[in-house]
Nanobody, 127 residues
């Protein structure tokens, strides 16, 4: 079992930045691909960014490309999401997820491929 705990969310003005962290426990995540998803009120959960176990592959949703950066520190069992130039439409609960496929599954954008999930952290961007 892998337990995931997110932190770093909060209230920020449009144009600002936040850095989310996801700390894993129970197992080391160096053999897991990791991803961030988000869910806004009244909307379905959507893929934001993914990273392979060795950080050799990263993928981003078009809506965040160029503004968000996913990274990981396997020695700290932690995954990060640096979010810059935040927009009101980025407001959502952000959750991290772990996939037992270290290379990122072909359907990395689908929540169905992820085995473990955190509870999420709220990000609110004011205009």
């Amino acid at each position: 079992q892998v337990q995931l705990v997110e932190s770093g969310g909060g209230l920020v003005q449009a144009g600002g930045s936040l850095r989310l962290s996801c700390v894993a426990s129970g197992r080391t995540i160096n053999s897991y691909a990791m991803a961030w998803f988000r869910q806004a009120p009244g909307k379905e959960r959507e893929f934001v960014a993914g990273i392979s176990a060795a950080s050799t592959r990263t993928y981003y949703a078009d809506s965040v490309k160029g503004r968000f950066t996913i990274s990981r520190d396997n020695a700290k069992n932690t995954v990060y999401l640096q979010m810059n130039i935040l927009k009101p439409e980025d407001t959502a609960v952000y959750s991290c997820a772990a996939d037992g496929n270290p290379l990122l599954s072909g359907a990395y954008y689908s929540e169905r491929v992820y085995d473990y999930w955190g509870q999420g952290t709220q990000v609110t961007v004011s205009s």
